[in-house]
């Protein structure tokens, strides 16, 4: 079974159990709230806090540098003091997502230009971090071969002792050999990472994003599961963190193809509703008490419930690991078995 815990040792001298469910706190797609055109990242921080109490632990969440640098995300609430938000594992990530064109999940739209953003000012923005619990910091992305990123990323965190250092794979270019300055968009190549998997283990924990995984979904499951398969063939038993995978029906399917750690903004965006991800309107039509809220108020709750429950869905994938792969406790258990068995058999060809 590809599917596992993990124990991983803390800067702190601590630790933490896998599988871990972190939301994802954005100023992409959030927009802005209030007459003084509040980020919507501060909302996002505010549903996060107040459902703190239902959350399991241990408590992750993950920011983006790009928003602590420009103020997207108050750096008060990861601080020592007060008002610091009470996470187990604080994972602050590049700030590249922030940049990029939106991706245009509906209905949200990108508000304003991405601001400057580069690997020196990501750098500098986390010289200025002060956090008082565990920090995971994400390396800045890199869009060259493996080794060579294997290697930016070992210069980076070997300056940065004091932090769980996790590596973002991004996948390597390919080069037209008739045309050298030409570079397709790819996605992740296991056979170009396979002399160098064994070197991965310098790190605590292995990222991917899911869409660069494969171009269709069942392909990404049987490269993430192929991926883990890879490393523990090189002996490197870290833990696999899927960027971006955050929803009801695929966090479990990741967990079955071997990753440990997810995150995402999907709780942000849509509704959990008995399993799957829908519309956030949708869900306040099928509850007749957040008809009579204004619309705010409504997603607000909306979103909390999709909090409390990933709590629910942690326990959920514990169970299914403890059981040996025992899909029967989950609500949509016959689309889960169904995928994952069609992973399978795509990997036994």
């Given amino acids: 079974m590809l599917a596992r815990k993990s124990v991983v040792p803390l800067p702190s001298g601590g630790s933490l159990e896998t599988p871990l469910i972190v939301p994802s706190i954005s100023s992409k797609g959030a927009g802005r709230s209030g007459p003084d055109a509040r980020p919507g990242s501060f909302d996002q921080i505010d549903v996060f806090e107040a459902t703190l109490p239902a959350l399991r632990r241990p408590v992750g969440l993950l920011v983006s540098s790009y928003d602590l640098h420009y103020g997207f995300i108050p750096?008060?609430?990861?601080?020592?003091?007060?008002?610091?938000?009470?996470?187990?594992?604080?994972?602050?990530?590049?700030?590249?997502?922030?940049?990029?064109?939106?991706?245009?999940?509906p209905p949200y739209l990108q508000d304003k230009r991405a601001l400057p953003w580069d690997e020196w000012m990501f750098e500098s923005t986390l010289e200025s971090l002060r956090s008082p619990g565990d920090v995971a910091l994400v390396s800045f992305d890199k869009h060259d071969t493996y080794e060579l990123q294997i290697e930016a990323a070992q210069r980076f965190f070997g300056r940065r002792p004091g932090v769980l250092s996790d590596i973002l794979l991004k996948p390597p270019p390919r080069i037209d050999p008739n045309d050298p300055t030409w570079r397709s968009p790819t996605f992740h190549d296991l056979e170009a990472l396979a002399p160098c998997a064994a070197a991965l283990d310098a790190f605590g924990v292995i990222g991917v994003t899911?869409?660069?995984?494969?171009?269709?979904?069942?392909?990404?499951?049987?490269?993430?599961?192929?991926?883990?398969?890879?490393?523990?063939?090189?002996?490197?038993?870290?833990?696999?963190?899927?960027?971006?995978?955050?929803?009801?029906?695929?966090?479990?399917?990741?967990?079955?193809?071997?990753a440990e750690i997810i995150d995402g903004l999907a709780w942000w965006r849509y509704a959990f509703d008995d399993g799957i991800a829908s519309y956030q309107d949708v869900a306040i039509l099928r509850d007749a008490a957040l008809m009579e809220e204004p619309l705010g108020t409504g997603r607000a709750i909306v979103r909390q419930t999709n909090l409390e429950a990933l709590a629910q869905l942690t326990d959920d994938v514990n169970v299914y690991?403890?059981?040996?792969?025992?899909w029967a406790h989950f609500s949509r258990r016959e689309i889960l078995e169904q995928t994952y068995d069609a992973m399978i058999h795509v990997m036994r060809r």
């Avoid at 020592?80 to 245009?104: H, I, K, N, Q, W």
């Avoid at 690991?321 to 025992?326: A, L, R, T």
Wanted: proline content about 8%.
């Fill in 210 to 258: 899911e869409k660069e995984l494969d171009p269709t979904p069942l392909g990404r499951l049987v490269i993430l599961a192929q991926l883990r398969e890879l490393l523990d063939d090189a002996g490197v038993k870290r833990p696999i963190h899927v960027f971006g995978g955050l929803d009801p029906l695929w966090t479990p399917l990741y967990v079955a193809a071997g």
């Fill in 321 to 326: 690991i403890e059981e040996g792969g025992e």
């Fill in 75 to 105: 750096r008060e609430r990861f601080r020592d003091g007060a008002r610091s938000l009470p996470v187990d594992l604080l994972l602050v990530d590049s700030g590249s997502y922030e940049t990029l064109p939106f991706e245009g999940d």
